[in-house]
T-cell receptor, first 113, second 115 residues
Framework: DAGITQSPRYKITETGRQVTLMCHQTWSHSYMFWYRQDLGHGLRLIYYSAAADITDKGEVPDGYVVSRSKTENFPLTLESATRSQTSVYFC????????????FGPGTRLTVL | AQKVTQAQTEISVVEKEDVTLDCVYETRDTTYYLFWYKQPPSGELVFLIRRNSFDEQNEISGRYSWNFQKSTSSFNFTITASQVVDSAVYFCALSERNAGNMLTFGGGTRLMVKP
């Protein structure tokens, strides 16, 4: 009954390093999402996925890569981390399209030094 | 393009007071969905309510109530007899039928309930 989990919960890295944030959901939801939350900007969509092997860009995709080989997992990779990517990252999932609610994971606080 | 505005960035009340959080939205779609989420100090995002554009009935859940008015494009949230545990950031969000289930969030309202 884990629902949606994210790992790690906290991460400190250095500029230029590759970082992968993990997201796992146990509901078999079709849709999964990645958001970042920054002071002054609220939550902004980075990428989303409608199903395994189907991904699409959101509002702020630059500097991020996603993949979805399995329905339950949706990792987010920062290929070369920058300080501007210091943020809290939330993963979410929903069963279907706009009729369904998005449920959020606990978040990952990422600091890029 | 869809947009959500929460004009109140911060509200402070004393316990047991009633408080209303405002949410105004913009959309060109005729079918859309409105949401409220709560983010307590622990940081997680908790779903509170979903409303579709064809259902303007107000909803009450315990001390929480929501007033949806299409005529003013507003979806306001009222907490009656506020409690310290209501202290959180509250987000209003909008999803359009034609936007692939993407949520657009307002900037959030930080509610502080003082004992």
């Amino acid at each position: 009954d884990a629902g949606i989990t994210q790992s790690p919960r906290y991460k400190i890295t250095e500029t230029g390093r590759q970082v992968t944030l993990m997201c796992h959901q146990t509901w078999s939801h079709s849709y999964m999402f990645w958001y970042r939350q920054d002071l002054g900007h609220g939550l902004r969509l980075i990428y989303y996925s409608a199903a395994a092997d189907i991904t699409d860009k959101g509002e702020v995709p630059d500097g991020y890569v996603v993949s979805r080989s399995k329905t339950e997992n949706f990792p987010l990779t920062l290929e070369s981390a920058t300080r501007s990517q210091t943020s809290v990252y939330f993963c979410a999932s929903s069963a279907g399209r706009t009729t369904d609610t998005q449920y959020f994971g606990p978040g990952t606080r990422l600091t890029v030094l | 393009a869809q947009k959500v505005t929460q004009a109140q960035t911060e509200i402070s009340v004393v316990e047991k007071e009633d408080v209303t959080l405002d949410c105004v939205y913009e959309t060109r779609d005729t079918t859309y969905y409105l949401f409220w989420y709560k983010q307590p100090p622990s940081g997680e995002l908790v779903f509170l309510i979903r409303r579709n554009s064809f259902d303007e009935q107000n909803e009450i859940s315990g001390r929480y109530s929501w007033n949806f008015q299409k005529s003013t494009s507003s979806f306001n949230f009222t907490i009656t007899a506020s409690q310290v545990v209501d202290s959180a950031v509250y987000f209003c969000a909008l999803s359009e039928r034609n936007a692939g289930n993407m949520l657009t969030f307002g900037g959030g309202t930080r509610l502080m309930v003082k004992p």
